[in-house]
């Protein structure tokens, strides 16, 4: 079965970096886009960005753009998503995710996607 696991978050000063890493299995990584979003409390889940799956094209949020980068290594499986200068606006569970359907860039929506990891915790301190 699909699985999509997340690591490397925790808590962080503001202005300070953090990379998040995602291992997936049970499905052809290299064929599908990749995404990020994130869930604050009482909030929606709110896209971060996308890469295609080949990785020559990536999307981002107004919000995080110019400081996170969204990557990833088809020969490991891997997407990653380096976060810089932290905002504590930034806090939230960050959940990677791959589209329902193969070889189609990644939109803002999270009904384009269907394959969820189970989230990891990011905390930014003032």
């Known amino acids: 079965q699909v699985q999509l696991v997340e690591s490397g978050g925790g808590l962080v000063q503001a202005g300070g970096s953090l990379r998040l890493s995602c291992a997936a299995s049970g499905f052809t990584f290299s064929s599908y886009a990749m995404a990020w979003f994130r869930q604050a409390p009482g909030k929606e889940r709110e896209f971060v960005g996308a890469i295609s799956w080949i990785g020559e094209r990536t999307y981002y949020a107004d919000s995080v753009k110019g400081r996170f980068i969204i990557s990833r290594d088809n020969a490991k499986d891997m997407v990653y998503l380096q976060m810089n200068s932290l905002k504590p606006e930034d806090t939230a569970v960050y959940y990677c995710?791959?589209?329902?359907?193969?070889?189609?860039?990644?939109?803002?929506?999270?009904?384009?996607?269907?394959?969820w990891g189970q989230g990891t915790q990011v905390t930014v301190s003032s």
């Open positions: 995710t791959a589209r329902t359907i193969p070889r189609v860039m990644g939109g803002p929506s999270p009904d384009e996607y269907d394959k």
